[in-house]
């Protein structure tokens, strides 16, 4: 192996203290203390665990955590009700509704409802479109986390060329703005994509958020290029499950300049920039300096 690793849970706790330490500067500069609301509908395991997490993190870097379950009978009406209460609600700033929602719920609705200055998952359409437009925006936290990883790993992005390897609205998407606005030269692939191994074979930076397990192969990557794996696979491995990337992760360790393992790389960084994008939307929302 001769990649570096990237320690995704290392860079988490680094923004966690960052975010704590400004969370203490504003409670007692400006006497506001920012305020995350989490929505779960329905009893889904791997949500209900998410949501704990967040929970738990939101509270130990010194904010509020407001979390509603609903049964997964709730309408949507109903759901569309709270989020306009948590719109109002001035100890709120940021809104978060864990997906997947209940058939019965059409997630379109739901996340434009949010106020968009509350969205700190970003999937709200004028966020998606002031990011694509190069204005301020809250930027979705998996591509976020991926970007300050590949920053504090390459330093300057411009010039590099990067391919994104998936085109969903949550990762693929807002990853390949993010790149271009850090001037790179971006591809985005998908399942439609020809030749795919050449287009990840030519790249500087390979993102990949496809969800199939180990489909990158170690000799699609370029010598030396690095790599962000976003995926999370369960797979059966001797009578137990175990996680696994998108990214055959000990074929690409040993060409990777430098590459994130699942898990401990991008999963970590995900929830601590929500708590980011959370104290970001507290200062505008209070009209406070942002840290950077
Ligand atoms: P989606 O299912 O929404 O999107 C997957 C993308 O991969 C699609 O654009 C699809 O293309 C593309 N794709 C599918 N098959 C192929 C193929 N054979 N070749 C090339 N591209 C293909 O997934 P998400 O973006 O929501 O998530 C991707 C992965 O990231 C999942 O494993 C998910 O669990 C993980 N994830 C991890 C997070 C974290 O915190 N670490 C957070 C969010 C997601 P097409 O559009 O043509 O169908």
Redesign the pocket.
């Known amino acids: 192996m001769s990649a570096r690793i990237i320690d995704g849970k290392a860079f988490a706790a680094q923004l966690r203290r960052r975010v704590a330490a400004e969370v203490d500067r504003i409670r007692s500069g400006a006497g506001v203390t920012p305020g995350l609301a989490v929505v779960l509908v329905g009893d889904d395991p791997a949500s209900q665990v998410y949501v704990r997490a967040k929970g738990r993190q939101t509270v130990e870097v010194g904010m509020e955590s407001f979390e509603h379950r609903l049964p997964d009978t709730t309408s949507e009406a109903d759901l569309l009700a709270l989020i306009g209460r948590l719109n109002a609600d001035v100890r709120v700033h940021g809104i978060l509704v864990q997906l997947p929602l209940p058939p019965q719920i059409d997630p379109a609705h739901v996340l434009d409802a949010i106020s968009p200055e509350k969205d700190v998952d970003g999937f709200h359409v004028v966020n998606a479109g002031r990011l694509s437009t190069g204005q301020e925006a809250m930027v979705p936290c998996?591509p976020l986390g991926c970007l300050m990883m590949l920053r504090a790993e390459l330093g300057v992005l411009a010039g590099k060329r990067a391919v994104v390897?998936?085109?969903?609205n949550?990762?693929?998407k807002p990853m390949a703005q993010l790149l271009l606005a850090d001037d790179c030269t971006v591809t985005i692939?998908?399942?439609?994509?020809r030749d795919?191994r050449a287009v990840v074979r030519s790249a500087d930076i390979v993102v990949a958020?496809?969800?199939?397990p180990r489909?990158i192969p170690g000799d699609w990557i370029r010598p030396g290029a690095t790599v962000i794996d976003?995926?999370?696979?369960r797979i059966a491995a001797g009578g137990k499950t175990r996680l696994v990337g998108?990214v055959d992760y000990d074929g690409a360790a040993d060409v990777a300049g430098a590459i994130t393992p699942v898990p401990g790389g991008?999963?970590p960084m995900?929830i601590a920039c929500l708590l980011s994008n959370t104290l970001t939307a507290c200062c505008r929302i209070h009209g406070l300096p942002a840290p950077d």
């Open positions: 998996t390897v998936g085109r969903s949550i990762v693929g692939a998908h399942s439609r994509t795919l958020a496809v969800g199939r489909m976003v995926g999370i696979n998108d991008v999963g995900t």
